[in-house]
């Protein structure tokens, strides 16, 4: 089992900047691949960013390409989602998650067996 617990959430305006945290326990973190997921309203969950467990291999939505930055850090046990130039589109509640090792980074919510609760990001126009 791991263990996923979202922070860094909350109200910014169009053109601001937020980083988001994930930090894990229990399954040891370093063998996961982990990814970052946005849920708006009144829509299903799409994938943001994903990155492999040796932290390469980073792949983006095209909708966040050039402003988003998923990174790692193996040793505290967190990923990270830093969000530059944000517009009301990104509004939504966040996800990490985690799932078993991949070389190659998909693009989906597939494989994905561990998910957090939840960050809410809002981004007022």
């Known amino acids: 089992q791991v263990q996923l617990v979202e922070s860094g959430g909350g109200l910014v305006q169009d053109g601001g900047s937020l980083r988001l945290s994930c930090a894990a326990s229990?399954?040891?973190?370093?063998?996961?691949?982990m990814g970052w997921f946005r849920q708006a309203p009144g829509k299903e969950r799409e994938f943001v960013a994903a990155i492999n467990w040796r932290g390469g291999g980073a792949r983006y939505a095209d909708s966040v390409k050039g402003r988003f930055t998923i990174s790692r850090d193996n040793a505290k046990n967190t990923v990270y989602l830093q969000m530059n130039r944000m517009n009301p589109e990104h509004t939504g509640v966040y996800y990490c998650?985690?799932?078993?090792?991949?070389?190659?980074?998909?693009?989906?919510?597939?494989?994905?067996?561990?998910w957090g609760q939840g960050t809410q990001v809002t981004v007022a126009s």
């Open positions: 998650a985690a799932r078993p090792p991949r070389e190659v980074v998909v693009t989906t919510g597939v494989g994905y067996d561990h």
């Open positions: 229990g399954r040891t973190f370093n063998t996961n691949n």
